[in-house]
Every structure is written in structure tokens, then in C-alpha cells.
């Protein structure tokens, strides 16, 4: 069947929990919008709205997404449930989308990726921490991408800066100007003429 979700909050709660989400994110090279990409784009959706239950959770769930080891596959959809757990929903939704990216939960309070919502100034840690396996299976998913980026910690360590810093790369000022393309037909040949942008024009990399 299908479920709808309600939408989170108003504007404003809606305006202050993004820009809190944006934060978390703000070292790492990627574009964050609240409008649905081109379908050519791959991207990771979260859907942020109602209560554990509609995802069939049981309650005390905040969030569900599926762990992609490195950020290897696209196209991802992550849940927040803000009726369920209020007052850290951008704290929940960045834990669950980095869970699209591979990352799993960690035994740091201060780190997102720790499985219980603290509700404190949390970022996502650059340092090694051991693999918390308080909530899910037991087992862990990617030990061989830890491994990498904590090679003391036999695939059961996580820095999860450094694992998003390797999907991602770091944030840059994208200082050149964009170009628009022309296709024009000389002598049914196809040509592109690259010319700079001098109207009112905005393109955004993603």
C-alpha cells in the first residue's frame, strides 16, 4: 500500500530544522535543497514528518534508513519521525541520512551517530569510536570501509567525518563563472558555442 506523511511543522520549523540540517553537513561537498532533483540526479531523499508507527516502527523509533557501505549506491530514502521524537529532528535526520551513506551508529554521545537522541551540540566526530550495537543486529555492516579510516579498529571503529570527507571531499567556493550552451546548426553540423552568462542566471552544481 501507500502512506502519506504529514508534512513537518510550518514554514518557520520547517526553515529553522533545515538550516540546522544544513549545518551538520556544512564541511562536505554536497547540495542540499528542499525541491526534488532532475531524475538524471542521484540523490538521497529524506522524508521528514508523522510518527514511528506509520512506517509500521514500533514508538520510541525516531528515524529508519538503510545503511549503503561508503556512500556506494544512490537514490536513497531516509525517515524522520518528528512526532515521535520532537525537539532534535534535524539531529535525527542527519544521523539517518548519513546512514544512506554508510555510516552506523557509535558508542560517542557527542557524535550523530550515536544510536539515542541526546539533544546536545553534536556534529559527526573525526576521531575513532567504537561501533555501538545497542540498537539493530549485532552485527556490523561495512567493517571494511572503518577499516580504512581506523585501521587499529579491525572494521569495528567508525570516524565518521573522515568516512562522509571520502564520499563527499570538502566543501570549495566555486568561483568561476557559469556557462551557458548553444546548439546551433551550421551546415547540419553540430556546433556548442560556450559564452559567458551576463543575464539574470543562476546554475547550480549538484
Known amino acids: 500500500g501507500q502512506t502519506t506523511f504529514p ?3 510550518n514554514d518557520q520549523s520547517q526553515a529553522t530544522m533545515f538550516q540546522k540540517l544544513a549545518g551538520y553537513y556544512n564541511d562536505f561537498n554536497l547540495v542540499m535543497t528542499t525541491g526534488r532533483p532532475p531524475e538524471w540526479v542521484p540523490y538521497t531523499m529524506a ?3 508523522g510518527a514511528a508507527g506509520l512506517a ?3 514508538n520510541g523509533v525516531c528515524g529508519v534508513a538503510n545503511v549503503a557501505c561508503d556512500g556506494a549506491k544512490r537514490n536513497h530514502v ?6 515521535s521524537c520532537g525537539g532534535s529532528v534535524a539531529e535525527i535526520a542527519a544521523q539517518e541520512t548519513a ?5 552506523e551508529h557509535t558508542d560517542i554521545m557527542s557524535d550523530i551517530m550515536y ?3 541526546t539533544g546536545g551540540n553534536n556534529s559527526f566526530r573525526n576521531e575513532c569510536m567504537g561501533i555501538s550495537h545497542a540498537t539493530g543486529n549485532g552485527i556490523t555492516q561495512c567493517p571494511q570501509v572503518h577499516e580504512f579510516y581506523c585501521p587499529g579498529g579491525e572494521g569495528e571503529e567508525q570516524n565518521s567525518y573522515a568516512e562522509l570527507m ?4 570538502p566543501r570549495a567556493a566555486d568561483n568561476v563563472a557559469p556557462m551557458l550552451v548553444h546548439h546551433t546548426d551550421r551546415g547540419h553540423q553540430p556546433v556548442m558555442d560556450l559564452q ?3 543575464g539574470p542566471f543562476m546554475l547550480r552544481k549538484l
Open 166 to 169: 571520502g564520499i563527499f571531499g
Open 56 to 58: 509500521g516502527q514500533p
Open 99 to 103: 546512514h544512506n551513506w554508510g555510516l
Open 196 to 198: 559567458p552568462v551576463t
Open 78 to 83: 531516509s525517515l524522520t519521525f518528528p512526532q
Open 47 to 49: 522524508v521528514i514528518g
Open 7 to 9: 508534512v513537518y511543522g
Open 115 to 117: 544510536p539515542y537522541v
